[in-house]
């Protein structure tokens, strides 16, 4: 059968099983009826694509009152080398914005809103799949005070592609989190690793909002969501609109202690991470390259990755090929 990204209605009543199957077979699924503000979305849009237009020197003032790793980044990922054609604004909660322009602060602050309550919503389902009493486990570990939620809004302009059409324009990958929002406009290039380590595109939709499971939540589950690789590849197409993207990235509080959760172990279960503080997983993957298996390190060395095959994925899928 050919490779299809998961779809799922958030209003429908099985949306929840449905949830906990994509999330243990591709760790990415689609989700329509998620019931975002249209007007919000497209203020973002439109309020972005106007920073993204300004002069470098501008941007790189505008947001020079947030620290790094926040603020406004072209080219380099991160602080070790990696670099794609983006250009992004990475924005926390706790950030106040102000030499931003004040559109744009007003723009965000409203999409982080409405995407912080689907994101909750969609945690709870998440949850809800795995059968979990407390089906609040993970949104409340995403919005207490102290959560490490991010926003980033990714510009994938022509202008700054590296090479040629087909070029890196956000290197593979794993997010860090518990799990990841996207919604980005009708330009391709996004595209997941499937357990074969083939790279499936995701066609874009910008009606429908996509779903990444993290490496936090494959460790809180203990591998039974998988924590899926994706990328961007340029795509080609001067004087064509370019690729935005807008990603939600719920992590926990630094001192939340991330180990496999017990209420979800049977006694001959085989525990496949030891425990972490997100503090300091968070320091140490801003140390790591992009590409980096992030949660190596925890897996339990006694395991052989032939053993667990869903949550030794990320481990396996160093070379990767892309479908014809
Ligand atoms: C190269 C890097 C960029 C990143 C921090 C890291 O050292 C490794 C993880 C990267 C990532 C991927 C998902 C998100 O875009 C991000 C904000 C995150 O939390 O982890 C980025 C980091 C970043 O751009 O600083
Ligand atoms: O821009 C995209 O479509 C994906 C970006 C991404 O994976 C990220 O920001 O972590
Ligand atoms: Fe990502």
Redesign the pocket.
Known sequence: MEASIPVIDLLSPGSAGAIADACGSHGFFKAVNHGMDVGIVETLEAEARSFFALPEGDKLSSSADLSK?LGY?CRS????G?VGSVEYL?VSTVNSNSTMPIALCNALDEYMRIVQEVAGRVLVLMAEGLGMKDTDVFRGMVQRNDSDE?L?VNHYPHSLRLEAPGSTGFGE?????LM?LLRSNSVSGLQIALLDGTWLPVAPDAESIFINVGDVMQVLTNGRYRSVRHRVVAQAGEGVLSRLSM?Y?G?PAPTEWIVPMPNLLQPQDTIFYKGFWWGDY?TA??????A?C?LEPFLLHQLAARETPQSATVLLLNTTTTPE
Do not use: C, E, M, Y
């Not at 990922?77 to 070790?80: A, D, E, F, K, Q």
């Not at 990958?173 to 989190?177: G, I, M, S, Y």
């Not at 993957?285 to 992009?290: D, F, I, V, Y």
């Open positions: 790793p980044g990922i991160g602080t070790n990696d990475l991010l980033r990958h794993t997010d860090p989190q990841s990603v990235f992590g968070k993957a801003g140390r790591t390259k992009l980096a992030r």
